[in-house]
């Protein structure tokens, strides 16, 4: 059973940075392409960032400079270092993988406020 569990989330101040985290299990997390998503309140949920197995990035335009994905296959953990954060940012990030992106995590809240 895939289990994928998300942590670090918080609140921080605009210009704040913040490093989350998505712990994976029940899965050959090596071979698999690792994505985070994020959800507003009101709006649709976005994807914000993907590695591949091979460590290729893709990033939304809106986190481009600003956000950086990695992953630790030793550990089964991928990363998002999140820099500048400002409060279009606050949202509740998922992780996400599969080969129909069909796995989730349970989200972490992020809210970026003064």
């Known amino acids: 059973q895939v289990q994928l569990v998300e942590s670090g989330g918080g609140l921080v101040q605009p210009g704040g940075s913040l490093t989350l985290s998505c712990a994976a299990s029940?899965?050959?997390?090596?071979?698999?392409?690792m994505s985070w998503y994020r959800q507003a309140p009101g709006k649709e949920r976005e994807r914000v960032a993907t590695?591949?197995?091979?460590?290729?990035?893709n990033y939304a335009d809106f986190v481009k400079g600003r956000f950086t994905i990695s992953r630790d296959n030793a550990k089964n953990t991928v990363y998002l270092q999140m820099n500048s954060l400002n409060p279009d940012d606050t949202a509740v990030y998922y992780c996400?993988?599969?080969?129909?992106?069909?796995?989730w995590g349970q989200g972490t809240q992020v809210t970026v406020s003064s």
């Open positions: 996400n993988t599969g080969v129909w992106n069909q796995y």
């Open positions: 029940g899965l050959a997390f090596s071979s698999n392409r």
């Open positions: 590695m591949t197995s091979s460590s290729t990035t």
